[in-house]
Structure formats: C-alpha cells, structure tokens
C-alpha cells in the first residue's frame, strides 16, 4: 500500500465528514481555488484524479452519442407515474454509470471522465407554454412537479445508504420561465408567488434528500441575478440541513460572466465572481476549458480581500463531499462500479423507453373513432410532417433507432392483414434563378412549414437539408436538425412580381446569386439587393394527402413542432398556434375524409380550437423518443389504454395569454389556479377507452386544527369494458378568504389501474399545510380557520365530488403596523409595480412599472391606531426626471403625501418621514382600514412605519 493510500481520507471506516476534512487540510489554496471551476484539475500527489462537473440527463443520456431515449420531461409529466419516472431515472443514471465506466469523454477529453453529477431534473414551471424550454418541465403545478422530480432523482441516486449512482442537480433556481433576453430579463416574485409557486416545486424535493445538487438560473429574480440570489442559502441549503448533507450548487454556462456582461450588475469579473462564491455558488461552468480565466478571477478577488479562504474551504468541501459518495476515492466499495457498457439501449431500457412512450400519449378528443378497428378500417393514411421521422432535442441523445408514427402503424396493422400509406403532405419545389436560369443546389426540395413562416427544405434526391454554411453559402448536407445556431430554417418572401426571395432565419440575410459565375450567398442586407427566385411546383403537398386520404378508410394527420425550430432554448414562441401550412393540411385532408384523428406530437401545447371542432379523434404525445411509433401504434389501435393526463393547460386560441414576463400567476392569471377563462383542455385532462365512476367521498373527521390531518377517501370503479388507468386528482379550494386564493389547488393525486368491473378505495392523507398561503402580514404559511373544499376531480375543470372541510382557530388579526416596520413587498394586491433589488447582496423593494404612470400598493385590514407619524425608506437616483411623491390613502382618504428626494443611487437609502397631528387627534386613523400607498415618479420604496409618538427634536 503506497502512502497516499494510507492517508486518513482514504480509509472508509472513518466518518465521511472526517474524510473530506482531511482531504481538505491536505489541499494547498491553489489546488482549493483550482477546484472552483467546472473542470476541477488532478492532484497527483495525492492521487486525487481530475473531475468534471455535469452530465446533461434530462430524458435519458444525452450529449455522448447513442442511448435510451425516453419522453421528454413534459412527457413524462403527463403521465403522472412516480413509479414509472423513478425507473426512468434509474435506467438513465445506470447507463450513464456505464458511460463514466467506459467511455471518453466527447468534449474535453483529457479533463476527467464522463461526470456521473447529473444535471437533472428540470423543476422550472410550465407557467406559459409559449417558453421556448417547455419540453424541459413535468408540469404546471408545484406539487406535480415536485413528486415527480423527487421520484426521477430516487431513481438516478440509487438507493445504497452509502454511495450515489449518479448525483441529481436540479435546474434552474429560480422562477426560470422565459427565454427571450432570458440573460437580463427580472422575474418579478412577490412573496406569495414566491412561496407558493415557485419555491413549492423545489423544496419538497431538497427537503427529502433526493437531490444532491442545484444549477442557478440565467435569469433575474426582483432585479438580482440568480447567480447571487440570498435564496441560494436562505431557503435551498435551509431544507437540505436535516438531511445531513449540503447540496453542491453549480453556476449555468458562462453565467458568471454575464454578471459583467450583459447584465452589467457588477463593475468588473472578480467583484462578480465573489459575489456569487460568497452567494452559494460552489463550480463555476465558464470559458468552457478554459480554466485559467475564471480561476484567475477568482485568485484576484482572493487578493483584492473580497472573499477569504473560507469561502473557498465551503465550496471545495462541498464538491468532495459529493464525490466521496459516488465512490470515486473508494472504488471497491462502490456498488456500481461493475456496471458495463451493455447497459446502453438495453432490450430491458428498450422495453421500458415503449412503456413510457405508451403511458404519456393523452386522449384530448374522441367521439368514437379510436380505437381503430383494423377489420373495418384496414387502410389508413398517414399524413403529415411528423407522420415518417422522429426529431431529437437540445437534451436528448443520439437516436440509436427510430420507430416512427407510420412504421409503428405498418408493423401493427399489417400483422392484422391492414396496410398504411404514408405521405408527408409537404410541398415539393424548384427554386430557379431568374439571374442564372439556374435551379438552387440544381434539385428539388420538400419544403415543411414548422410556424411563423419557418421552413425547412429538404432535397428530394439525399433526403438532406439545405444548409446555410459560415462562408455564406448553400449546401444541403444536413442530415439532422441538432445545432446550437440553426442554419437549416429558411423563409419565402413574396417578392411582388409574382418571384420570392429566400431569407435565412438564422442571419436575416437574403440569398443572392453573382452575375458573373451565378455563385449563390446568402449576403444581401434588403430585399432591393436579393435573388428574385421563381417558385416552382412540382407536387402539391396538400394535393397529395388529400388523395391519400381518399384512398384510404381512415386518416391519421401527425402534426407538431420541431424541437430545434420556433421555440427552443433562446428562443420563445410569440403564440400558441399550429404552424399554418400545417393546419392547412389537416383542413384539406379533413374536407375528404372526415374520418381524420390528429396526432399532435410536440414539445409545447398548440391552440387546437379548429381541430376540436371539426375532428372525431384528437392525440396528443410529446416527442415520445426512440419507441414513439410503437407507443401511439398500441393507444390507436387499442392495445393499450390512453393513460396519459395534460400536464398544462392548453388555451383556447382567442384566450388573450398574460405578458410572457409577467410571473405573478395571482394577478395575471396564469395556470389552472388563477386562469378565469375556460381552457381548450383542461389541466389533467385526459380522455380514456373506458369509463371510471368515481364515489362516496368522504372525510375522516369534518373539521381540523390549523396543524391537523385528515383522512380523505374515495371510490374508483372501472365501469367499462376494457382495462384502464385513471389519474385521481385532489385538490382543495379555501372559501370566503382574505386573500386572494385559488380557484382550485392541487393536493394530491394517484394514478390507478383497474380492470373491467373492479373498483377499490383509495385514502389520502390530506394535511392542513396543503390548505396553507404564504400571509404576508406575518411572512410564514398559514392556514386560516374557516370553510374549505375537498374535491375529486378528473381534471382541473371536471370535478365530480366535493365535500366540505372546516378549519378551527382564531381568527386572523388585522395587520400592525405602528410601531413595526412593514416591507412594502408584503402588499396584499398591487398595480403597475415592478420588484427590485434594496442591494446587490439581498432585499427586496419596490418601484414603478413605469415612472410616467403612478404604481399602487393594497395593505388590507390595517390597524392604525396610535399613528401619529410615518417614515418611508426611499432610494432614488441622480437623473431621474419629474417629481417623485408617496401618497398615502385609509379606505380611500387620502391622509399625506410625501416628497420623495434625490438620494444619489438606487442603492442609496434614507428615511423620509411627517408627522400626522390633525389625523391623530381627530381619530380618523383610529380602527383598521385598508390602507394604499400611490408611486408616483422614479424612485424605489422599500419599507414605511407609522409611529405612536412623534419624532424626537
């Protein structure tokens, strides 16, 4: 045995805490500092091995070539199966065992094996489904979301009391939801959307110690970067205490740097990157590998005294601790070490990959149409985009085989004596010069519309896509649509005389063609200055399905969306609608053959009011991986049940959506708790083959104490005539409130499978926290005495049973506020606000939206007797123009108005403050009133007091 082995670190028989201490205290600072980056450096004199931060595993290994590809997260989600995602998990971090074992690394190789710290799952809220990410989250709701991202990291952790098979990171913290200008947009919290939504979703999950890590969010929180949020330790690291480790919380790609640039929050790269060392942040993933640039930050900001050696101890501590329990420094103890390459897309994931598929396909519409009847419809049509191919995300891997839509129809109705024919419906097209005469790429392209007026153009000859290359050029090579910076997405532009002009998306340049060797470039600047190309049909894409349809007794139109084209990392879409030419299509194979099921297959919801209408059968899967064909084969034909529930809510296409940067679900009305108007299809909707009754609600006692549980129970029958899965949903609804609550909130939810006649009894257990809102009088949850309803619901617009609960208590007080200082942030209602930061390290206030235009704040109930005075903490900075005033009104009374002065900088605080003698004596302010402070101008408003006594001289 060497020396090094004989270290106290090396001896597993000692507390793990005693062994990273020692390896700690062996460390000299720069090897400490040199571990802060993502591609932490070998120690050879300790034989310390060199490691890397993160594995992207959101749906299964992604990024190291081929492997298992599950449904996308939001697929996942509709199937609301702890069980069924826990295994997904499990199967995702064994192959990735497998990778770390035997494979070299794609990128960086040289700089540590494959990381087993798996940067997964995504726990951001499906709030609009027009984020470009949506495809990365389970669902709309917290509670959805958080037990089905704690089962996903089970099953990536493992369950040897001792050592991880991977270690989940949970992304993206926090109230992560938009991703146009995602790098310097602010998402405004007030507290109760803070507490109650977006924290809701992370803290289950930390608090059971599933999760070992956290990734910051590119974007702003009330003005402050996420990279620096205070959240990091108050809340994330406060629930993970009990479990007795400390989560290892890394920075997103190159985020550090955009606190210089382009968020330009700090003057300069050592500030920030102290700043966010100092915040939590333990791994910075900056400049790629280059390690030598943000180190040197770092080593700078360490000479500079703006952090000491002991934040660099806590962040070092933590990334060892994490890797002594995946077994790094005890090999032959690790559980998983054995694991072997066979793994990869093994027939037992294989299988598992088609049972996900097939339980998160979602029945929206059917008035009988499906299942189909191969006996009476032997010949069915598929049609459409997505009818023929399978798409791989940002965060999937390479697909090591592909069953798609009509390939899994072919093989399932040809086994029963049917047939498919299949035809993609897409335009085919010549583009000829009317310079050269020349035909583009002298071929002919099938040309796919995927939304806002987005086309791919495929040549008809390879197969492959047209291709904007980095010397301007045009070439179609691309086998896949799978880069960073798509170059495949074109647009046709009428050009007025009967010619178009072809303009990449990518750059905005339009194509043009030299006169002298008819080269074509993709450089002119205007459409003055582009190629008039004449657009020539060589086959009608709609004429072609139509005929297809007629020929055949049955239609299935595959619609949906790209992965990497009109919403996608970097990009939001700016509407819910289906991609025209793709609606077009359906409307004209619809008009010959009614009998037409739509299968949509996407990362997002589509605003489907047409096809709701006019179609007897409506589908919807998310791009469901490598078993997607088998998967809707089995749901279409009837060998398996419908068991997939929307995770999200699909809006109607006139539903007016809130600003995509509005993140107040109360006041803007976003998701199935706060949305007004009726939806397409409902959160949890899902329609099945067969029929479930559901029955004698009941409570175990009918009131509870603020701190008690209640049994609740229900019946589930199975009244069909066909084996079914039925997802029984719960939720509650507070009566008669203070606040504004939600309509209805999810509590609780079970998926069941049961035979035809069977019926079973479920129990819930239904704790009074789950009745809970964050009071912002007292900043801590409370559960109110008064009315309440439990109900059973099919989905969050179908509810079949209610029945009452009653909370028992003392009534809430009205709010103090003489004598106690009251943030303005606790406002029970606002208008025209935006959320800041008080500092650059923590606090919130508050300003207006817009200075032109006054900003209100409602405090309810407010007891003022006693005021004689009130004080005002006010930042404002040099430049603002106009007055700035502070208006303060009792039940509508207006009672003083404040000047607000000039303070320097935003971060420059004082105190204003008057007296109130006529309003004293007079009693006015005596009692409890609602009380409404009016902004008025430019400046920041952090906190107001009303005093008893006045101001001493």
């Not at 298992?68 to 997904?88: H, K, M, N, S, Y």
């Not at 103890?333 to 996900?356: C, F, K, N, Q, T």
């Not at 996407?602 to 006019?614: C, G, Q, T, V």
């Amino acid at each position: 045995m060497s020396a090094t082995e004989r270290l106290p670190f090396r001896d597993p028989a000692l507390p793990l805490r005693k062994r990273v201490d020692d390896l700690l205290e062996r460390l000299t600072p720069d090897e400490r500092i040199a571990m802060l980056h993502q591609y932490a450096p070998a120690v050879p004199r300790l034989g310390v091995a060199a490691f890397r931060t993160g594995s992207e595993a959101l749906h299964g290994v992604a990024w190291l070539g081929e492997a298992t590809v599950f449904p996308q997260a939001v697929g996942l989600g509709a199937t609301w199966d702890e069980e069924l995602v826990r295994e997904i998990g499990e199967a995702t971090s064994v192959e990735l065992r497998a990778f770390h074992h035997h494979r070299e690394p794609l990128m960086a190789p040289g700089r540590g094996p494959i990381s087993l710290q798996a940067w997964a799952p995504v726990l951001n809220l499906l709030r609009d489904p027009r984020w470009g990410r949506n495809e990365e989250g389970y669902a709309e709701d917290p509670v959805h979301t958080a037990r089905l991202g704690e089962a996903f990291c089970r099953g990536l952790a493992g369950d040897d009391p001792d050592h991880l098979r991977a270690a989940p990171v949970l992304k993206h913290f926090l109230a992560y939801n938009n991703e146009d200008d995602r790098c310097t947009t602010s998402s405004g919290l007030r507290p109760r959307v803070l507490h109650e939504y977006d924290l809701a979703a992370f803290r289950p999950v930390v608090a059971s110690g599933a999760a070992t890590g956290a990734m910051a969010a590119y974007n702003l929180v009330n003005g402050r970067p996420c990279h620096v949020s205070p959240l990091i330790e108050a809340e994330l690291r406060r629930w993970a205490e009990p479990t007795g480790y400390e989560l290892f919380v890394v920075s997103d790609a190159e985020a550090p740097s955009n606190l210089v640039d382009p968020e330009h929050y700090f003057d300069d790269h050592a500030e920030s990157h102290a700043a966010a060392l100092k915040a939590g942040i333990d791994s910075f993933t900056d400049h790629g590998e280059d390690s030598a640039t943000p180190v040197g930050r770092l080593r700078e900001a360490l000479e500079r005294g703006l952090i000491d050696e002991a934040d660099v101890h806590r962040a070092v501590r933590r990334q060892l601790e994490l890797r002594f329990r995946l077994g790094e420094f005890d090999p032959d103890l690790d559980p998983y070490a054995g694991i072997g390459p066979e793994v990869i897309d093994s027939p037992e994931h294989r299988s598992l990959a088609r049972r996900a598929a097939t339980e998160s396909v979602v029945l929206l519409k059917n008035t009988g149409l499906l299942p189909l009847d191969p006996a009476r419809t032997p010949r069915v049509a598929v049609i459409g985009p997505l009818a023929g191919t399978l798409c791989e995300d940002w965060y999937s891997a390479t697909l090591p085989y592909q069953v798609t839509v009509a390939a899994g129809l072919g093989a399932a109705l040809g086994a029963r004596g049917g047939e498919v024919v299949q035809e993609e419906g897409a335009d085919r097209i010549a583009l000829r010069s009317r310079t050269s005469r020349e035909l583009l790429g002298k071929t002919a392209f099938d040309v796919v519309d995927w939304g806002r007026a987005m086309l791919t153009l495929r040549d008809v000859e390879t197969g492959r896509y047209l291709s904007l290359k980095d010397d301007a050029s045009l070439v179609a090579d691309r086998e896949l649509l799978k880069t960073w910076d798509v170059h495949e997405t074109f647009r046709l532009e009428p050009a007025g005389d009967g010619a178009v002009l072809l303009r990449s998306v990518l750059t905005g340049r339009y194509a043009a063609v030299d006169p002298v060797d008819g080269r074509v470039a993709v450089t002119a600047e205007t459409p003055e200055t582009a190629e008039r190309w004449q657009r020539e049909v060589l086959r009608d894409g709609a004429a072609e399905a139509r005929a297809a349809a007629e020929a055949a007794d049955i239609a299935v139109v595959v619609l949906g969306n790209h992965p990497m084209v009109n919403g996608r990392e970097t990009e939001d879409r700016v509407d819910t609608a289906l991609p025209a030419g793709q609606e077009a299509l359906l409307r004209a194979v619809t008009a010959v053959r009614p009998e037409t099921a739509l299968v949509v297959t996407s990362s997002y919801p589509y605003a489907l009011d047409w096809a709701d209408e006019h179609l007897p059968a409506v589908v919807w899967t998310s791009h469901g991986g490598q078993e997607t064909g088998h998967a809707l084969a089995e749901v279409l034909l009837g060998g398996a049940e419908p068991a997939g529930r929307l995770p999200q809510t699909w809006y109607r296409g006139e539903d007016p959506l809130p600003d995509p940067l509005d993140y107040d679900i109360i006041s803007a009305g976003w998701t199935y708790q706060y949305h007004r108007a009726a939806p397409l299809y409902p959160y949890g909707h899902g329609l099945s083959y067969t029929a479930f009754t559901h029955r004698d609600l009941r409570l175990s006692q009918e009131s509870i104490t603020p701190d008690g549980s209640v049994e609740v129970t229900v019946t589930l029958a199975n009244c069909g005539a066909r084996t079914g899965s039925e997802v029984v949903q719960l939720y509650v609804r507070a009566l008669d409130t203070r606040y504004e609550a939600p309509r209805l909130r999810l509590a609780d939810f079970r998926k069941v499978r049961l035979e035809p006649g069977e019926s079973r009894e479920l129990t819930f257990e239904l704790p009074a926290g789950r009745l809970a809102h964050w009071d912002v009088a007292t900043g801590a949850f409370t559960v109110d005495p008064g009315g309440y309803e439990v109900l059973v619901a099919r989905s969050a617009e179908d509810v079949v049973l209610t029945t009452p609960l009653t909370v028992t208590g003392t009534a809430p007080q009205p709010r103090v506020v003489v004598d106690r200082r009251t943030l303005t942030l606790d406002f029970d209602d606002h208008a025209a606000i935006a959320i800041v930061d008080v500092n650059r390290i923590g606090g919130d206030a508050v300003t207006p939206a817009d200075p032109e235009r006054p900003a209100t704040l409602l405090f309810r109930s407010v007891d003022l007797t006693g005021a004689v005075r009130v004080d005002i903490e006010v930042a404002r900075a040099d430049g603002e123009a106009g007055e700035a005033s502070l208006e303060i009104l009792a039940d509508g009374q207006e009672l003083i108005r404040l000047a607000v002065p000039v303070t320097g900088d935003r971060y420059a605080w004082t105190t204003v403050g008057t007296e109130l003698p006529g309003l004293a004596s007079s009693g006015v302010l005596d009692g409890v009133h609602d009380l409404t402070l009016v902004l008025h101008g430019a400046f920041r408003l952090l906190a107001f007091r009303f005093g008893s006594t006045p101001a001493a001289d």
